[in-house]
């Protein structure tokens, strides 16, 4: 069974600051997705950012970026010099590489960053 | 990306009565999904819409409960059946664009529900 864990529930900066939010998974695929998404105030969901299991670069996009490491099952993310415009709830979420699961998505429980003015 | 609209944004509903969600994608899709967010909490998936075929539950989901139409590639319905307060959540659809596996998936708005 696949798993995400996003240990972190809340997490409280201060503007400009950076923020880490946590990522572990569990999966008995050798082969998998992972994906950020972003929960502002107004519900939608946005995707941030989508990585395979094979690619373990990680990613700069702005004041955003990823750190994936497979030897520990993380896909952490970091913000960098934070704005209140990130508040928000971020959930880490997992997909299979197997058709009959039906690209079924397995998420953390989120993690919501309050930044502060 | 894709544009995807869900109606009604939100409801008030009462007890023991059924509402039904849309949900409209501006290009052709061939799987869509369902989820609900409880107050708080993550998402769960209900069920995958693919059209032509009839909808997929998960575990705790049946489909007297969410009853699911796929008429075609760009539209999707979830009704909420005999509603009880327990049902109050958000119910997002989103699509796979490529339909492979590992695709990525967008989310429409929500539809945010009250029952009283």
């Known amino acids: 069974a696949q798993k995400v864990t996003q240990a972190q529930t809340e997490i409280s900066v201060v503007e400009k600051e950076d923020v880490t939010l946590d990522c572990v998974y569990e999966?008995?695929?050798?082969?998998?997705?992972l994906f950020w998404y972003k929960q502002p105030p107004s519900g939608e969901l946005v995707f941030l950012i989508r990585?395979?299991?094979?690619?373990?670069q990680n990613e700069i996009s702005g004041r955003y970026s990823w750190n994936f490491q497979k030897s520990t099952s993380s896909f952490n993310f970091t913000i960098t010099a934070s704005q209140v415009v990130d508040s928000a709830v971020y959930f880490c979420a997992l997909g299979g590489m197997i058709k009959a699961a039906g690209n079924k998505l397995t998420f953390g429980g989120g993690t919501r960053v309050l930044v502060k003015p | 990306s894709a544009v995807i609209s869900q109606k009604p944004s939100r409801d008030i509903c009462q007890r023991g009565t059924s509402l039904t969600i849309q949900c409209q994608v501006d290009?052709?899709?061939?799987?869509m999904f369902w989820y609900r967010q409880q107050p708080g909490q993550s998402l769960t998936l209900i069920a995958t819409a693919n059209q032509g075929s009839e909808a997929t539950y998960e575990s705790g989901f049946v489909i007297d409960k969410f009853p699911i139409s796929r008429p075609n590639l760009t539209f999707s319905t979830l009704t909420v059946s005999n509603m009880s307060p327990e049902d109050s959540s958000i119910y997002l659809c989103s699509v796979a664009l490529a339909g492979g596996p590992g695709d990525t998936q967008y989310f429409g708005p929500g539809t945010r529900l009250t029952v009283l």
């Open positions: 999966t008995r695929d050798t082969t998998y997705y």
């Open positions: 990585r395979n299991s094979f690619d373990e």
């Open positions: 290009s052709q899709v061939t799987m």
